[in-house]
């Protein structure tokens, strides 16, 4: 039996999972069994907690508690499951310090009670030192203490700024709840203990469903036990998350609270609670209470007095005699609420909101250039309105031009308007409405759609109304790092700007479009907000299964490519410490060395549309520049072949299982000064090379396509490719803009059942099935 269980629910937390894990697998002391709770078997956390069970036997493979039963029912679901002498809990996004176990294992050794145990007949048997006899377990618990509760430190989620709650002041040593009346556990969250599994299996003690379950779960706890002990060490860190804490999260779900409360007055009721406890706990769960009547917003408008209400009355049934309320502002609020005086609560409550405020600087005025616009978003919400844009403004392209082809398709009743920049105007699909970025129609459209769709951003001044849908749909999976995790690359966040912008601009999300698990996780760190994920592909990427051959012919014809020549597409990725465009390759000599069977399509970042030019005619007749191309699925169904180096192009490409080739040149410097969120070179698509010679040899001898090179793919396409089969664009359209249930729409193609475009050149290996896979149903 281990000493000690870790449940760890994970809710919505596989992005900073794997932290979890990690702090304590990388304990000191090791007698541990570390239990995931999951949403669902195929959940994202549950593949991240599968993996570390599969390395790692102190983790057990992850059990399943349903998203609706709550955050209770995901630990009493982890309760059930355990095997050790002692449960403890942590959230999915916080951490054990280092040597936290090892010091709450020692610091239960020293509170151990020498003498006599009895065993369940009540026979008395010698006991050594610790409690532990020839038929207790090896660290015996008999005479544990039932709760040890330890410090915690808050850590925000941006700032290393910490700051670490004290607990009440207790007894040295082991002691009775009765003689540490202020330590209710009525305040502190359930990760902050170690609990004795048989003194929770004895009184059958569960978390109690609805919200503010900790409230409940640590009141009950602390009325059911006689040995307790504190260790003053800080021994988890716990995240303050940017959107907040989920637990005050608005909603109905708030009046549950108040559940909790009656549920712990009526056991310490029960139990006669002497007036020296009863005063505390009763102190301490109002307080709760108070906490969330001064904070309206987190109850429906309607629901706001009732509350007050229902809490006035638990006060007058449950008030100790004698009970005196806390002197000050708090100590009105319990007059108030005692008499039911909701109307005199809001008033000082409003009162001290205005102090406050007028503490507060000054808020400028919003430029005379915004009058219009604000003028815009006074009128009503167009329901059948959307607005897109693509890499800010630069034309009809990637995720959102293709979810546009499928509303058309679907939603026809949704008109659709496509913010560009001038220079992107000529280059639109005949009969696309449109408006230039920045005049007074795109602000009135952007004022007025239901939904707004961008690969990018929105301008700083678009504001979320109440009422819209805002579709993020990225345009890469994730090589480098992104959005809050580039703030510790000088270079990087130099040209990022203002995080205090962009995270204005997360904030307006409502949903966040990922093509595979890892960008689900990075998104998760990168861009924190309230947003929803959907896991269903990226639209752009429909096209690589649902193109034809005769298309692939049509395309290759339009970029110029000759018959019969294999097109080998170089694409480049941008580095944020160069100041200009650097192909980092001869292409001629490189043409020169492969031989005539060969061209290359240059296809530079989009930062770079006339630079690439020039790089273009150094390399001769071989090198076709397809730069400013409008599409690059277009440009990738026409190669056979992908070079690049740290270009997001290869997740996409990858789809297509033909041959990729890694240049990595510059891997380390890239590394080191851009910063990236797994190592490429370890898990690369195909042959990594390092020089112009070495990348000459593999296309020379064969290599590019050889099934070592398709064993590498395959393993990638695994990894990257799992939501992209070809019917994303219907996905988001039937959940964002026609509102269809996750569960009426189009399953996922298993990997090993999508057929993608074929290649020009029939004859390159494809990657082997993966086996893990399955079959089409």
């Avoid at 993996?51 to 036997?57: F, I, K, L, T, W």
């Avoid at 001038?422 to 007074?440: M, N, Q, Y």
């Avoid at 749909?473 to 580039?486: F, N, R, S």
């Avoid at 990858?654 to 080739?661: E, F, K, M, S, Y």
């Amino acid at each position: 039996m281990p000493r000690f269980s870790v449940i760890i629910p994970t809710h919505q937390v596989a992005g900073r999972l794997s932290q979890a894990l990690d702090s304590v697998l990388g304990q000191s002391f090791g007698d541990v069994e570390v239990i995931p709770v999951c949403d669902a078997p195929d959940s994202p956390a549950a593949d991240v907690a599968a993996e570390y069970a599969g390395r790692d036997p102190r983790v057990r493979p992850p059990v399943v508690s349903a998203p609706s039963g709550g955050l209770s029912a995901a630990r009493n679901t982890g309760m059930e499951a355990a095997r050790s002498a002692y449960l403890l809990f942590l959230d999915g996004d916080d951490v054990l310090t280092p040597g936290a176990l090892a010091a709450i294992d020692a610091r239960l050794r020293e509170t151990q009670a020498p003498g006599e145990a009895r065993d369940p007949a009540g026979t008395t048997r010698d006991a050594d030192a610790y409690g532990s006899t020839r038929d207790a377990d090896a660290y015996g618990t008999a005479r544990a203490v039932d709760v040890l509760r330890f410090a915690y430190e808050r850590v925000h989620w941006w700032d290393v700024e910490t700051s670490t709650p004290e607990l009440p002041r207790t007894p040295r040593g082991v002691f009775a709840p009765v003689e540490a009346p202020e330590l209710t556990g009525v305040g502190l969250p359930a990760w902050t203990a170690a609990y004795r599994r048989d003194f929770v299996t004895a009184n059958g003690l569960a978390f109690p469903a609805g919200h503010g379950t900790d409230v409940g779960w640590g009141g009950l706890v602390t009325l059911a036990a006689e040995r307790m002990a504190v260790l003053r060490t800080v021994c988890v860190q716990h995240l303050l998350r940017r959107q907040g804490s989920r637990l005050n999260a608005p909603g109905e779900h708030q009046l549950e609270l108040l559940d909790q409360v009656e549920l712990v007055l009526s056991r310490a009721a029960e139990l006669g609670l002497p007036p020296e406890r009863s005063g505390p706990l009763f102190g301490d769960l109002f307080a709760e209470v108070l906490r969330t009547a001064a904070r309206p917003e987190r109850l429906p408008a309607g629901r706001r007095r009732a509350f007050f209400r229902q809490a006035g009355t638990l006060y007058r049934r449950h008030r100790p005699a004698g009970y005196r309320p806390p002197p000050g502002s708090l100590g009105v609020q319990h007059r108030l609420l005692a008499t039911g005086a909701y109307g005199a609560f809001r008033a000082l409550r409003g009162a001290n909101r205005a102090a406050r405020a007028s503490r507060r600087s000054p808020r400028p005025h919003l430029p005379l250039a915004r009058a219009a616009y604000a003028a815009y978003r006074r009128r009503p919400l167009d329901e059948h309105l959307a607005v897109y844009c693509a890499y800010w403004g630069r034309g009809y392209a990637c995720n959102p031009a293709a979810i546009h082809a499928k509303a058309r398709e679907l939603a026809p009743h949704i008109r659709s308007v496509f913010l560009v920049e001038p220079d992107a105007v000529g280059s639109l699909p005949p009969g696309l409405d449109h408006a230039v970025i920045g005049s007074r129609r795109s602000w009135e459209v952007l004022a007025r759609a239901k939904y707004l769709v961008n690969n990018a951003n929105f301008a700083d001044g678009v504001v979320k109304r109440p009422g819209s849908v805002h579709l993020q749909t990225q345009h890469g999976t994730p090589l480098k790092k992104m959005g809050v995790d580039q703030s510790t690359y000088p270079v990087v966040a130099a040209a990022t700007g203002s995080f205090a912008k962009l995270l204005n601009r997360v904030d307006r999300w409502d949903y966040n479009l990922c093509s595979n698990r890892h960008s689900t996780e990075v998104w998760e760190r990168a861009f924190p907000g309230s947003y929803r994920t959907l896991e269903y592909g990226y639209p752009r990427n429909d096209v690589y299964y649902t193109a034809t051959a005769a298309d692939v012919a049509r395309v290759r014809r339009e970029l110029g490519v000759p018959e019969g020549r294999k097109a080998v597409l170089y694409a480049p990725t941008h580095r944020d410490f160069s100041s200009g465009f650097d192909e980092r390759l001869d292409l001629a000599a490189f043409c020169e060395a492969v031989g005539d069977e060969y061209v290359v399509l240059l296809r530079a970042h989009y930062f770079y549309d006339d630079r690439a030019r020039g790089a273009a005619a150094a390399g001769g007749a071989r090198v076709i520049d397809v730069t400013g191309h409008r599409s690059s699925e277009d440009v990738c169904l026409a190669a056979d072949a992908l070079i690049t180096d740290y270009s997001s192009i290869m997740f996409d490409y990858a789809n297509l299982d033909r041959p990729i080739v890694v240049y990595a040149d510059d891997w380390d410097v890239y590394r080191e000064t851009r910063g990236v969120c797994f190592d490429l070179l370890a898990s690369p698509p195909g042959p990594v090379v390092r020089t112009p010679a070495e990348l000459a040899r593999v296309f020379r001898d064969g290599s590019w396509a050889d099934a070592e090179a398709a064993a590498l793919r395959a393993r990638f396409r695994e990894r990257f490719c799992e939501f992209d089969d070809g019917r994303a664009a219907e996905r988001v359209v039937r959940r964002v803009f026609l509102g269809e249930p996750p569960e009426a729409l189009p399953p996922l193609l298993p990997l090993a059942a999508r057929v993608p475009a074929p290649a020009a050149c029939p004859a390159l290996p494809a990657s082997p099935a993966p086996s893990a896979t399955p079959a089409r149903s």
